[in-house]
């Protein structure tokens, strides 16, 4: 593990600044070390030999003593601002770089553990910036500083701290190494229970159900009792690392205090020196063990940030870059798609024309490429071969977000968030005023529960009633193409009826692409494709 990862300056420009900061107020501090060092020397040798000037150096050592203080305050500031700053940073990053990787690449990871690196793996970093990389800076100032005063002053204690500074890096490098792995597997672990976590809480009704709960309640409980033993035991390695470096801190103060003692003794070094040396000695080891002691409260937050390093470095998919979209029909032409886990291809070389105004129903067995198809009209599939046209456009030419714009889409299962129907009925539409929504949500035949509250998931709507706040949104963005996938699914008849009534309303004037299996909404369509095996097999007029 890097000390300071080069991509973490690339990724979050805030780092350049703190790192200036941290060389500017290590240069500083370590300069008021050696002076506190020099006065407390001179005090004292003062003192007992009974010169004059006491009262000054006393005045200079409060100076000092408060200077240092505002250094360390300032310090403090300095890594508070900059770790908010980064992690700021890197989230904005991190979820435009999701956005832009776009759907295809999000269904094959873990929405958990992308969670959890958004959040508490990116958090972190506070221990990293607010501690580690300052004393890090002062591992490399204090001791150089330290050194160069003691030079003139003693040759012997000096070449003793030079010689003995370097074992506790290649100690702390050792330890480092193990740590490294720890965290990793740790924060793996952390990750995978979060998912896991997730899944189980989503799926609780249907686990309760089926009486599965339980089980799953003791896979949370076993996953939750391996991290902890896993964090134990790195907590056990960073508390032993500690002891070695301390101990071998003391060690070579104390051969440098031998060498003084014995030299004082004899008389071949005066007392004021020996207490300068006495009192630098420690400070010259003290950033390197501090360090050491700071490494493992950073070791999260660097593994959190290389993995977010490691999804910002996926290549997007390209992107088109035409902004004036053709008016004109939809050809699908000879499109085919693969997914890496799947043996037959989920499209196979399908060829489909839409024209402006027209309903298209899709239908076929689960599996037969239909959600497919409509995630490649939206662009989140990008074909392996073959070519999707809009009017002459070729889509791939065209701005993914001006495409968009132009295309509302409803899913199976349209997620609803925390907050009131209203305010996730203008999801698309952020400053769509209240007149607007009312109503789109009368036409979505929604306006009886416009102003309930309800939960993540639409928690507190049936299952009618989040499909018309969907079909609300889609009456509000006022697109001219409407892809819907399954819009009457897992419905009861009443509730059939009012989504019917609204999918009705919401055909007029625009093109439909529906993905259907109930016979009801075949009767909405003005064609009806049979799809089987990723292939069209029938083209029906209704």
Known sequence: MKPLDPRLIRYAGATRGY???????????????????????????????????????????????????????????????????????????????????????????????LTTLSTRGIDALDGYFSRYLP??????????????????????????????????????????????????????????????????VA???????????????????????????????????????????????????????????????????DLRTALLVLILAPEAYLPLRMVGTHFHASTEGLAAAEQVFSVLEEQPPPRGTRTDVPAGPIVVSDVTVRYPDRTVPALDGVDLTVTPGEVLALTGPSGCGKS????????????????????????ADLDPDVWRRRVVWMSQRPYLFAGTVADNIRLGVPDASDSSVRTAARAALAEDFLDARVGDGGAGLSAGQRQR?????????????????????????????????AVRRLARGRTVVLVAHRPALLTLADRVVRMEAGRIVERVAT
Request: net charge positive; proline share 4%.
């Open 469 to 501: 706040v969907a079909l609300a949104r889609a009456f509000l963005s006022d697109a001219p193409i409407v892809l819907l996938d399954e819009p009457t699914a897992n419905l009861d008849g009443e509730s059939e009826a009012a989504v019917l009534e």
């Open 203 to 269: 799926g609780l009704p249907t686990l309760k159900v089926f009486g599965r709960a339980k089980a799953q309640a003791e896979t949370i409980r076993r996953v939750s009792d391996e991290h902890r033993r896993a964090t134990m035991r790195t907590l056990r390695l960073a508390f032993l690392s500690s002891l070695v470096l301390e101990l071998i801190a003391t060690i070579s103060v104390a051969l440098v205090a031998v060498g003084i003692g014995l030299r004082l003794v004899n008389g071949s070094l």
């Open 372 to 395: 497919t198809l409509l995630s490649v009209l939206l662009g989140f599939v990008p074909p392996d071969s073959g070519r999707v046209c809009v009017g002459d456009a070729d889509l």
């Open 19 to 113: 790192l200036a900061a941290c060389v500017l107020l290590g240069l500083g501090g370590a300069v008021l070390i050696v002076a506190q060092a020099t006065l407390l020397a001179d005090g004292i040798s003062a003192a007992f030999s009974g010169h004059g000037g006491i009262t000054a150096t006393l005045v200079a050592l409060a100076g000092v003593i408060a200077g240092r203080a505002v250094l360390a305050w300032a310090q403090e500031a300095a890594a508070h601002r900059a770790a908010a700053a980064v992690k700021t940073q890197l989230r904005d990053r991190l979820l435009a770089h999701l956005v832009r990787l776009g759907p295809g690449w999000l269904t094959g990871q873990r929405a958990g553990e």
């Open 135 to 200: 004393q890090l800076v002062l591992a490399a100032v204090v001791p150089a500083i330290v050194l160069a005063r003691l030079l003139p002053a003693d040759l012997l204690a000096t070449i003793t701290i030079a010689v003995t500074l370097p074992l506790i890096p290649v100690f702390l490098a050792l330890v480092g190494l193990t740590t490294e792995a720890r965290n990793r597997r740790s924060f793996r672990m952390l990750a995978r229970l979060a998912h896991h976590f997730l899944d189980v």
